[in-house]
């Protein structure tokens, strides 16, 4: 069975326009394969680091913490492996993370207990997962003479007064 010239054209032009579409998508990674691959930066007011490639900011004494006693919520980062998914902040939540703010790139804070961020550390989509140190609140262009000094307000009703020396209660 023999197609006219007009037929011959139009399924030469449907096999190329399906090859140009398989072909186009070969090759891509997955925005998560993209994320994971180069390595997100989690970016802060006061510091932009890499914490899958074994980078952690330089953090002042007194402005960071060690962690928290088990059972007790507190603030964490949690770095997805790449562009978040409704479906992975699911799991969090699932895991008993309370979802508080986004961090770019790919990050949430948020409250959790420690038995509960080793849980989500273990989620496939999740990248990292490190505490949110005092220090992150911090905009580095605060500076008073050779010595920074911050007020930073804690969910407490207590105001602190930290310099790169110290914090006191006021």
Known sequence: MRLSARRQIIVMVMVLTCMGLFT??????????????????????AATFVPTQGQAPNIPPGLAIAG???????????????????????????EGGELLEYVPDFAFKVKMNPGQARKVEQLDSVAWVGL?????????????GATRLYKVRSNAARTWACSTASITSI
Do not use: C, M, N
Not at 70 to 94: C, L, M, N, R, S
Not at 132 to 144: S, V
């Open 24 to 45: 186009a998508s070969v090759g891509q990674a997955s925005p998560a394969e993209q994320g994971q691959s180069q390595g997100a930066a989690i970016r802060l007011r």
């Open 68 to 94: 928290y006693p088990e059972g007790q919520k507190g603030y964490y980062i949690v770095q997805f492996v790449g562009p978040v998914e409704p479906a992975w902040k699911d799991e969090v939540t699932a």
């Open 132 to 144: 949110f140190h005092p220090a992150y609140k911090l905009d580095p262009a605060t500076a008073q």
